[in-house]
């Protein structure tokens, strides 16, 4: 398996603009994880997906974000519209929660977002 | 979730063991304790995770006292690509990988 894919990898973007974050999960992983890091916050979970339903969404800093699950093997992260303190990395994860197993979230590789 | 305190950095050399603790003093009975790695520029690893006494793997080992209320994280002979920020994170094993990051341990490992 590829791993967690995310794209784009880097995306500079002005001030106002919509700015729409893809990430593919590994096949067969039933849950899916957005998180945000910056210097000043560290690494901050956004929101969590469960089987494509939004779980928790309480680390949604604000409106102007959404994420959306339509399928098993899609998600995106939607900023609109964007400001320069979005500016940060934006991580997605999966997961295979299973009974009585070990959860490992596996990150991609992120995304790199800056909003002059 | 528990919260969990761990220094924000230390320094080692090649060879070395190198112990970092991690306190979460507020465990809960369903919780285990899961150690992360990140490298510059890219997303958390998985290294290790454990519920009590010991836990060794191909990379670390983790130490659990009885109490729970602590854990070390034992990095044996590093090099330096070892270099990188360490997680402790204390939550149920089996809730979907909710991951809350704490600061993290930056480890610099020199020559």
């Known amino acids: 398996d590829a791993g967690v894919i995310q794209s784009p990898r880097h995306e500079v973007t002005e001030m106002g603009q919509e700015v729409t974050l893809r990430c593919k999960p590994i096949?067969?992983?039933?849950?899916l994880f957005w998180y945000r890091q910056t210097m000043m916050r560290g690494l901050e979970l956004l929101i969590y997906?469960?089987?494509?339903?939004?779980?928790?969404d309480s680390g949604m800093p604000e409106d102007r974000f959404s994420a959306k699950m339509p399928n098993a093997s899609f998600s995106t992260l939607k900023i609109q519209p964007s400001e320069p303190r979005d500016s940060a990395v934006y991580f997605c994860?999966?997961?295979?929660?299973?009974?009585?197993?070990?959860?490992?979230?596996?990150f991609g590789q992120g995304t790199r977002l800056t909003v002059v | 979730l528990a919260k969990t305190t761990q220094p924000i950095s230390m320094d080692s050399y090649e060879g070395q063991e190198v112990n970092i603790t991690c306190s979460h003093n507020?465990?809960?009975?369903?919780?285990?304790i899961t150690w992360y790695q990140q490298f510059p520029s890219q997303g958390p690893r998985f290294i290790i995770q454990?519920?009590?006494t010991k836990v060794t793997n191909e990379v670390a080992s983790l130490f659990i006292p009885a109490d729970r209320k602590s854990s070390t994280l034992s990095l044996p002979r590093v090099s330096l690509s070892d270099t990188a920020v360490y997680y402790c994170?204390?939550?149920?094993?089996?809730?979907?990988?909710?991951?809350?990051f704490g600061q993290g341990t930056e480890l610099s490992v020199k020559p």
């Open positions: 994860a999966s997961s295979l929660a299973a009974p009585g197993g070990r959860t490992e979230a596996f």
């Open positions: 096949s067969g992983h039933n849950s």
């Open positions: 997906f469960n089987n494509n339903v939004p779980i928790d």
């Open positions: 507020n465990i809960a009975t369903n919780d285990y």
């Open positions: 454990g519920y009590k």
């Open positions: 994170l204390v939550g149920e094993r089996n809730q979907g990988g909710k991951l809350i």
